[in-house]
Each structure stands twice: as structure tokens, then as C-alpha cells.
């Protein structure tokens, strides 16, 4: 197995986290082009220069350690959320860096590194890797605004020494992703390594209805034409209409409101909300979809509400490469006999864009509580470091 480090490992783990470390415990604030972002960025182009990777920035900020000729490619990205955990990304874009720094003192197999760009969405859906894959055209994420209104175009103007170009895939030979589970599963049964199957598919859109605004100690009840109760009705109805449609994992979120002017004596003349929703079967995103637009329709229809959709954004579900996850599956075995298992991923990856690239497999560590996209995520150290090896050996088997 290639010689990794894992108290190197952990150390730039700590380090990574001290760029927008925020919150109790090990939270990180650093959505995608913050100021903590763009830090942790440069921080990681110095340290790929130092293991003797080339750094290439692409266009859109995603942040690549190039070793020479063809290479497997590893890495995940290093924005957070809004708020967020130490590991979430992190983990996959250092476990790369330690993997392909012990390769590069071995005198190889050749190992390149990535840090994806927005993964999280401060702008669409894992705009980063989404572009890089042609799932998505600059031209579109370049219109795409965040929640205040920035465009993508404006964000990634920040980030310095950005290339013209995109790194050429064909210089790959396939990808591998580590991440934290983000879900209860292995914690749960005591495993140790979670080897991805599947990703599920998403789909994500802005929604808003535009009512009356008006006072709210004059206004009869009667005819107010309240964006929230609309909203509120909505919400009711979808769940109704999708009782006969969903399976117990599907899952859907209205995660961002923005009620205007969201002042306790108005009644509010307009919301803006997000909704999302995962599965892994594409038909069953479809069904959804239409049950919502159709909803939607209907409220404003009735109410005199005005509606308007935002772009769809969203990813299909996509399996893994069977070569690559054997590969995972067989160093699993190797270090941690029966405490493994295969499983499919209910998160979103960068991995989904890139496997319209190249052949992609993941491996998961355990959450602890299953918590994630939250200040209190965390993950043992020991099951940091079995990721790792896990990770190191399959590179060294897949190398052979
Ligand atoms: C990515 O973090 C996701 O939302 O699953
Ligand atoms: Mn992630
Ligand atoms: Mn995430």
C-alpha cells in the first residue's frame, strides 16, 4: 500500500478547518468565493505545489493538482454551506492530497487532486463539476443569482488566478471521491466503510407567488390575497398529492423562505422559496415535478396569485463503475473484514457530474449521529484514517 500519513492527513484536515471555522464544536462557515473560501483555496494550491502537483484554477474556481501524463483523479471540494461541518468535502479533497503526496514519494502511480467548486449550491446544483462536465453551460451559471441577488458571474471574478481553460478529461483515468456518510447508516450498525452503489437524482427550483401586500389590522380576512397562507397551502397539498407517489426514501425540502417584506403588521405580498427534492429513480423526480408545477398552478389560478418558476436546476441518478467500486469493495475487505457495507448515497456529489467524464466510484466513513450540513458533524479520527487507507490501497490495487 502507498505510504500515507495520517497524522500529516489529519493535521491538514485541522488546517482546512481553520479557514471559516465558526460555531460549537468543529463547524466551518465557507460558502463558495467567501473571503474564507477563496483562503482555503490558495492555502491548498501551495500545498499541491509542495507534494509537486501543477495547480491549475479553472474558470470557475475549481482548484486542481495536475501530475504529469495520465492519472487517476481524487478529490471532492472545500466550500461549505452556509453553515456547515469540517469534513463535508474536506475530507475527500485532503484524503486526495495525502494520497497523492505519498504517491508522488513512492514514485508513483500517478495521482491528480481536485477541489470542486461550489458543490454546496450557494449558486445551483454542484455548479463547479456541473460545468466542468458540460451538464451545465457557463453561459447559464453565469446567470444563476444566490439568495442576495449575486450572480455566479459576478462570484467567480473574485477568485484569483483563474486559467481560460478547463483541464482536459481525457488526461484521467477515472475518479474517486471520499465523504462522510452525512446519513445514520453506519454509525448506526457499527460499519466502518460504506462503498456507494448509487447516487440519487435531484431536482431544485425557486418558486414565488406574488400576492397584495397590504395592512394587516385593516384588511378583512376575507380576500387577502397573503403570500405565506399560499405558501402555507402548498406545502399542505404536496403532501397530500405525493402520499401515493414517494417511497420511504424519497425526500423533499422547502429549506430557504424569503417573505417580503416580512414585517409582523403587513400582510406579505410575495415569497420566494426553494424546492427541492431527491430520489433515486428518475421517473419518480418526474412525477413529483408535475404534481408541483401543477400545485402551484392551481393556488395561483384560484387565489389570483401571479407565479413564476426559476430554472430548473437538477442531476440524474447515476450509478457507479464496477471496476472502480470493486476496487473500493476489495480494499474494504482487506482492512476492515465484514464491517463494510455497500450502500447507495442519498447526497449529492460531485462524482454525478464526473461520471458523464470518466469512470467514478465513492467510499463513505461514518457520521456520527448521522449529522450533517450542521455545526456538529463529525466523524471519529480512526475512521478518518480507515477511509484513508482504504482509499490508498484500492489506488495502489487499481494501479497493478
Ligand atoms: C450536497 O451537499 C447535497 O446537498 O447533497
Ligand atoms: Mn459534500
Ligand atoms: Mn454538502
Do not use: C
Not at 5 to 14: C, G, I, S, Y
Amino acid at each position: 500500500m502507498l505510504p500515507v500519513n495520517p497524522e500529516r492527513f489529519l493535521a491538514d484536515l485541522h488546517t482546512l478547518r481553520s479557514f471559516g471555522a465558526a460555531g460549537v464544536g468543529k463547524g466551518v462557515v465557507r460558502p463558495a468565493y467567501s473571503d474564507a473560501d477563496i483562503a482555503a483555496r490558495e492555502w491548498l494550491a501551495g500545498r499541491m505545489r509542495e507534494a509537486g502537483l501543477a495547480v491549475h484554477v479553472d474558470p470557475v474556481g475549481s482548484v486542481f493538482g495536475l501530475s504529469e501524463g495520465q492519472s487517476l483523479l481524487l478529490g471532492s471540494h472545500s466550500d461549505s454551506q452556509p453553515e456547515g461541518g469540517w469534513l463535508d468535502g474536506a475530507l475527500g479533497v485532503i484524503s486526495a492530497l495525502e494520497v497523492a503526496r505519498a504517491s508522488a514519494e513512492a514514485g508513483g502511480p500517478p495521482v491528480s487532486v481536485v477541489s470542486f467548486q461550489d458543490e454546496e449550491g450557494r449558486f445551483g446544483v454542484t455548479t463547479g463539476s456541473a460545468v466542468w462536465s458540460g451538464n451545465l453551460s457557463l453561459e447559464k451559471a453565469d446567470r444563476l443569482t444566490d439568495r442576495d441577488g449575486v450572480t455566479f458571474a459576478e462570484a467567480r471574478a473574485r477568485m484569483p488566478g483563474r486559467s481560460d481553460d478547463f483541464v482536459e478529461p481525457s488526461r484521467f483515468t477515472g475518479f474517486l471521491e471520499m465523504h462522510i456518510e452525512q446519513g445514520p447508516v453506519l454509525d448506526r450498525e457499527g460499519e466502518t466503510i460504506g462503498v456507494v452503489d448509487a447516487i440519487v437524482g435531484i431536482r431544485d427550483i425557486k418558486i414565488t407567488f406574488v400576492g397584495e401586500q397590504n395592512h394587516a389590522g385593516t384588511t378583512p380576512m376575507q380576500g387577502r390575497r397573503d403570500a405565506f397562507q399560499v405558501l402555507s397551502r402548498f406545502n399542505n397539498l404536496i403532501l397530500e398529492r405525493f402520499a401515493n407517489v414517494v417511497t420511504p426514501s424519497t425526500v423533499w425540502t422547502i429549506g430557504h423562505v424569503s417573505l417580503h417584506p416580512n414585517a409582523s403588521s403587513i400582510v406579505p405580498g410575495k415569497v420566494t422559496f426553494s424546492m427541492q427534492w431527491r430520489d433515486g429513480d428518475a421517473d419518480r423526480l418526474g412525477r413529483m415535478e408535475a404534481i408541483i408545477r401543477e400545485t402551484a398552478e392551481e393556488l395561483a389560478t384560484a387565489d389570483q396569485f401571479d407565479l413564476s418558476f426559476g430554472p430548473m436546476l437538477g442531476l440524474e441518478p447515476v450509478e457507479m463503475d464496477t471496476r472502480l467500486r470493486t476496487a473500493l469493495e476489495r480494499a474494504a475487505e482487506a482492512e476492515v473484514p465484514g464491517r463494510w457495507r455497500r450502500m447507495p448515497s442519498g447526497a449529492l456529489h460531485d462524482a454525478t457530474n464526473v461520471s458523464q467524464l470518466m469512470p467514478v466510484s465513492m467510499l463513505f466513513v461514518p457520521s456520527i449521529g448521522g449529522i450533517s450540513h450542521a455545526f456538529g458533524e463529525d466523524t471519529d479520527e480512526a475512521d478518518l484514517v480507515t477511509g484513508l487507507n482504504v482509499l490508498a490501497v484500492a489506488v495502489t490495487e487499481m494501479a497493478d
